[in-house]
Structures are given as structure tokens and as C-alpha cells.
């Protein structure tokens, strides 16, 4: 499967960004999806994840009640709503799919990773 972000861009601390991975090559309800995110000089951190019918999801505790993970698939489509964004939420956004139905946390479990989309939040 191949995933393509968009939807990065430079946002003032307090704003909000939506990004979207879109998937193709393969049928989009068979993998659980993730976000993970890398910022400058640490170790990529998994976001948030969601199973395959969008019934299940998991966020780092950074995020949780601010960011909101979702999916559609009949356009192959996961979404990163991100809100109240800080400062420390800049780093490369991406996302990454899972050759099973069921949700992961766990970096090594995604297979499939796209290219990433810079977020970038002033202060």
C-alpha cells in the first residue's frame, strides 16, 4: 500500500491544522492506521491510531483531547485533526499502515510508512 500526507503547513500556537493520508494499492478496510511524528534530533513517537472501521482509537497522552483521529473509507482517507496546537507539536507528520484490522501504538508494527508533512507551530 502506498500513503501520501498532506495537509502540513506553518500555524500559530493556539491554531489548528487538518491533516489527511490517503492509501491506494490495496483495500484500504484491511489495515489499521496510525500517525507518528518526528521532531529535529529525537526518535519518531507514535500519535494516534485507529482500527479499521474507525470503531477503535488511541492517542499519546501529548494529545489526547486535542487531536482527533478518523477515517473514511470509501475515499481511503485517515484525517489528524489537530487542535490548540504548541510549539512542541512541531516536527514531521506521518502516516503509517498496519497489515492487521486492530490498533498498535508500536512503531514496528506499521509496514507501510508515507513521505511525512512538515508541521510547523510558532510561538
Known amino acids: 500500500v502506498q500513503l501520501e500526507e498532506s495537509g502540513g503547513g506553518l500555524v500559530q500556537a493556539g491554531g489548528s491544522l487538518r491533516l489527511s493520508c490517503t492509501a491506494s494499492?490495496?483495500?484500504?478496510?484491511?489495515?489499521?492506521m496510525g500517525w507518528f511524528r518526528q521532531a529535529p534530533g529525537k526518535e519518531r513517537e507514535f500519535v494516534a491510531s485507529?482500527?479499521?472501521?474507525?470503531?477503535?482509537?488511541s492517542y499519546a497522552d501529548s494529545v489526547k483531547g486535542r487531536f482527533t483521529i478518523s477515517r473514511d473509507n470509501t475515499k481511503n482517507t485517515v484525517y489528524l485533526q489537530a487542535n490548540s496546537l504548541k510549539p512542541e507539536d512541531t516536527a514531521v507528520y506521518y502516516c503509517?499502515?498496519?497489515?492487521?484490522?486492530?490498533?498498535?501504538?508500536?512503531?514496528?508494527?506499521?509496514?507501510?510508512w508515507g513521505q511525512g508533512t512538515q508541521v510547523t507551530v510558532s510561538s
Open positions: 503509517a499502515a498496519r497489515s492487521y484490522r486492530t490498533t498498535s501504538n508500536v512503531k514496528g508494527d506499521y509496514a507501510y
Open positions: 494499492g490495496r483495500t484500504f478496510s484491511d489495515y489499521a
Open positions: 485507529i482500527g479499521w472501521s474507525g470503531g477503535r482509537t
